[in-house]
Nanobody, 116 residues
Framework: QVRLVESGGGLVQPGGSLRLSCTAS????????MSWYRQAPGKGRERVAR????????NYADSVKDRFTISRDDAKNTVYLQMNSLKPDDTAVYYC?????????YGQGTQVTVSS
């Protein structure tokens, strides 16, 4: 079955950086677009970044443009989110996402807390 496992979250000071990873299994990773979502306390889930398969087209939420970078390594079945210049408003649980076979699949999430 589809499995998405995130890692790399933690506590970081404002202005700091983190790199999230999501390793996928159970489907042909290279054929599918991958996304990162986040959900802050009391708020809805927001798509942060998306990268398509072959063409590697990338989209970012306006709130993270020029600070976050999404990338993928198909040989490792892994998608990354490099987060720089982190702000307290970036505090959230970050989820890896893929739509496989008409179904939405999310990982278990990794907590990112930006605080001094």
């Amino acid at each position: 079955q589809v499995r998405l496992v995130e890692s790399g979250g933690g506590l970081v000071q404002p202005g700091g950086s983190l790199r999230l990873s999501c390793t996928a299994s159970g489907f042909t990773f290279s054929n599918y677009a991958m996304s990162w979502y986040r959900q802050a306390p009391g708020k809805g889930r927001e798509r942060v970044a998306r990268i398509t398969a072959t063409t590697r087209l990338i989209n970012y939420a306006d709130s993270v443009k020029d600070r976050f970078t999404i990338s993928r390594d198909d040989a490792k079945n892994t998608v990354y989110l490099q987060m720089n210049s982190l702000k307290p408003d970036d505090t959230a649980v970050y989820y890896c996402y893929a739509r496989i076979g008409g179904s939405d699949s999310y990982g278990q999430g990794t907590q990112v807390t930006v605080s001094s």
